[in-house]
């Protein structure tokens, strides 16, 4: 099976930027697609970003777009959410997961197939 250990979350002040990590190992294949979702308290968990793992084409909510960018290292499996002007509201547990294959419809927590343990961000003043 895929394994997936999100890390890099903290405390922060809004404006800041941060980067999340996720170690990919056990089994993957260039049909894969990683994702980053997160869940703020008392409420569902929320799509972030995808990625190819073969090719590197990528999606980001629209929550996101222009602050926060997914990106991957295919030798050292390794996946990456850079975000950047963070706010209040992008506090949340962040999750790393992963599918076997590329979804075309609206990516939500159920298509995944594979998840890590998440790591929190705070965003406070």
């Known amino acids: 099976r895929c394994r997936l250990q999100a890390s890099g979350g903290g405390l922060v002040q809004p404006g800041d930027s941060l980067r999340l990590s996720c170690a990919v190992s056990g089994r993957t294949s260039s049909s894969y697609a990683m994702a980053w979702f997160r869940q703020a308290p008392g409420k569902e968990r929320q799509f972030v970003a995808a990625i190819k793992w073969s090719g590197g084409s990528t999606l980001h909510d629209d929550s996101v777009k222009g602050r926060f960018t997914i990106s991957k290292d295919s030798a050292k499996k390794m996946v990456f959410l850079q975000m950047n002007s963070l706010k209040p509201e992008d506090t949340a547990v962040y999750f790393c997961?992963?599918?076997?294959?590329?979804?075309?419809?609206?990516?939500?927590?159920?298509?995944?197939?594979?998840w890590g343990k998440g790591t929190l961000v705070t965003v406070s003043s």
């Open positions: 997961a992963a599918r076997t294959a590329w979804y075309a419809g609206a990516w939500s927590a159920g298509v995944m197939d594979y």
